[in-house]
């Protein structure tokens, strides 16, 4: 608390909440003023430092969903050892260089070192978006701005953004994924591209290539199949930009968690 009018105001605040049960407000330690009192000091309540990360995950479009997506939850045990890939590599060894990948390029992302990103290729649930919304949240936490765009949501967006009655702008949607410090780009690839979309991911892929900005990408498809679908041109500067990491399992990870 900086000085007694303060203070005198957060009595006046504390003296008018209504008296309800504890358990109606989110944070009982508060009663959600964001204030603590101690010794008849005031003090931030750690709630405040909460809710600020809870708006800046929901502004850097990290959904409920992908919180719990975290390093410390990744599980390796979802990858046999005793499957080898077409590399040679077992599913284990590959997922562990990739996890390793991962937070290395977040330890250096959050010093604002990364310049090359990662591409994370792999079947459906196979752990890329998990890698990828660790990596956002690891960054968030670390205070650097993240965004996270589901690659056929953002294309729906801007297609949106032509209608008429459309409250939104393309050139807002767009510039924001060019300029973010980091952007994470899920599920790129498995879409109809039309010549419109490709030179939108081009523009974006390729401005990010020349100013040094990082990219994660995630796909399903392989080189091959993503020439097809978005390219060669926007192809070749995702491989100059981005680490390729693949990843195998044996079975839809998402899927073995809820049986
Ligand atoms: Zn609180």
């Known amino acids: ?34 204030w603590v009192l101690k010794d008849d000091m005031a003090y931030p309540c750690a709630c405040r430092k909460q809710n600020y990360l809870a708006k800046r995950k929901e502004n850097a479009g990290i959904t409920a969903g992908l919180l719990e997506y975290q390093f410390d939850n990744f599980n390796l045990g979802y990858y046999a050892d005793y499957l080898q890939s077409n590399s040679g590599s077992t599913y284990r060894q590959l997922a562990e260089k990739t996890f390793s990948a991962a937070k290395h390029f977040a330890y250096t992302a959050a010093k604002n070192q990364a310049r090359r990103g990662i591409m994370l290729e792999g079947d459906i649930g196979v752990g890329k978006t998990f890698l990828a919304a660790a990596i956002a949240n690891y ?28 409250n939104l702008n393309e050139s807002t949607i767009v510039d ?19 010549p419109w979309m490709r030179n939108i991911i081009f523009t974006l892929i390729n401005y990010r290539l020349n100013n040094l900005l990082p990219c994660i990408i995630t796909t399903n498809l392989n080189l091959t199949e993503m020439n097809d679908a978005i390219g060669y041109r926007t192809v070749s500067r995702i491989i100059e930009m981005c680490e390729i990491h693949r990843l195998c399992a044996e079975k839809d990870i998402r899927r073995s968690k809820l049986i």
């Open 1 to 34: 608390m900086k000085n007694d009018l303060e203070k005198a105001d957060f009595k006046k605040i504390l003296k008018n909440l209504p008296h309800t049960e504890a358990d109606n407000y989110q944070c009982t330690l508060c009663q959600d003023t964001g």
């Open 139 to 166: 960054l968030v936490e670390h205070d650097i701005d993240v965004l996270f765009l589901i690659v056929p949501e953002f294309l729906d967006q801007l297609r949106f953004s032509y209608q008429e009655n459309s």
């Open 176 to 194: 924001r994924a060019r300029h973010i410090p980091v952007l994470i780009l899920d599920d790129l690839g498995a879409h109809n591209f039309s």
